[in-house]
């Protein structure tokens, strides 16, 4: 078992746990990543990202292959496709169970599990994801410019999404499925003065069409039934966002929205558990985000795991 322990296990690869890594291999920290997909999370699934400081322009499986090298090369262990199925979070050393064999401890832990953008589950949109099909306005909305756009979606989000989206785009058109919005009265109104943005009511895409990128989409109206095709240059989906933390009920604290709840250094409810990235409360989810929660979380825990090896030497 003594092969088997770590100072600190991080569960995620995206860029707050490989950010978590770095910092805690550079603390001399003996450091597992432990992933259930890619090295990188959703960042990799990223075509292009143009506003990571330093970097003018890489794809995100390139910058997330990057981050996992300098993991790696600074002496952390990163497990891929793997995943966790138990957890013994509330003991001095914790414990992970991996693909229910692996067993293995730690003196702390960062949970950076990532999140997902709730999907419409319709034809195309998998294929499509990325090429023509986005779900952050910030991400993605300069690829756009001068062209015509679909927002999907009838809350805050959506709107004000809309709105910023129309410094780029030469038309957005919201799509929603029932006849009012689930918005802020300030945000519909913005939206409403917009005279870049129309809308269409009662309405839903029922699928993505195109090969190499989008080309067009069926849209059905949901009083009528009647589909009609329109050509778009791209689509935005806004309709809420979902927390991989399913696994974590019962572990530790979560709020409404299954997102972990951390104080202001990341800690979760139980002492040497920390939580980074897109799993916690937080208005923007960007890749700089993420590295600045892992960062935090990691030095965090260092903190933690050296004050709590001081106590033993002085017991």
């Known amino acids: 078992?003594?092969?088997?322990?770590?100072?600190?296990?991080?569960?995620?690869?995206?860029?707050?746990?490989?950010?978590?890594?770095?910092?805690?291999?550079?603390?001399?920290?003996?450091?597992l990543i432990l992933n259930e997909g890619t090295a990188g999370g959703q960042l990799v699934l990223t075509h292009e990202i143009a506003n990571y400081p330093g970097i003018e322009s890489t794809s995100g499986y390139m910058l997330g292959s990057t981050m996992a090298r300098q993991a790696r090369d600074f002496g952390c262990t990163i497990r891929s496709n793997v995943r966790i199925s138990n957890l013994n979070l509330n003991d001095a050393i914790k414990e992970v169970e991996v693909n229910e064999k692996d067993q293995y401890s730690t003196d702390a832990v960062i949970l950076s599990p990532g999140g997902r953008s709730r999907t419409l589950g319709v034809p195309g949109e998998t294929d499509l994801k990325g090429r023509g099909i986005s779900y952050c306005a910030t991400c993605d909305g300069d690829f756009f410019q001068d062209k015509n756009i679909i927002v999907v979606g009838g809350g805050n989000s959506a709107l004000e999404e809309a709105v910023s989206l129309t410094r780029y785009a030469s038309k957005v058109t919201i799509i929603h499925q029932f006849d009012h919005f689930q918005a802020f009265p300030h945000a519909i109104v913005e939206a409403e003065q917009n005279e870049k943005i129309d809308f269409v009511m009662n309405s839903k895409i029922t699928e993505f069409i195109g090969e190499d990128r989008l080309r067009s989409v069926t849209i059905e109206n949901a009083v009528t039934g009647i589909s009609d095709k329109r050509e778009i240059?791209?689509?935005?989906?806004?309709?809420?966002?979902?927390p991989n933390t399913e696994f974590l009920k019962g572990k530790v604290d979560l709020n409404q929205w299954g997102e972990i709840k951390v104080s202001d250094e990341l800690q979760t409810n139980i002492p040497g558990v920390y939580a980074a990235g897109d799993c916690i409360p937080k208005k923007v989810r960007q890749v700089t985000t993420a590295v600045s929660d892992g960062t935090i979380a990691s030095l965090s825990a260092a903190n933690y795991i050296h004050q709590k090896k001081r106590d033993l030497v002085a017991i």
């Not at 240059?233 to 979902?242: N, P, S, W």
């Open 233 to 242: 240059d791209g689509v935005f989906i806004f309709i809420g966002y979902v």
């Open 1 to 31: 078992m003594e092969s088997n322990h770590f100072d600190l296990i991080i569960i995620g690869g995206g860029p707050a746990g490989l950010t978590a890594g770095i910092y805690g291999a550079r603390a001399k920290l003996k450091t």
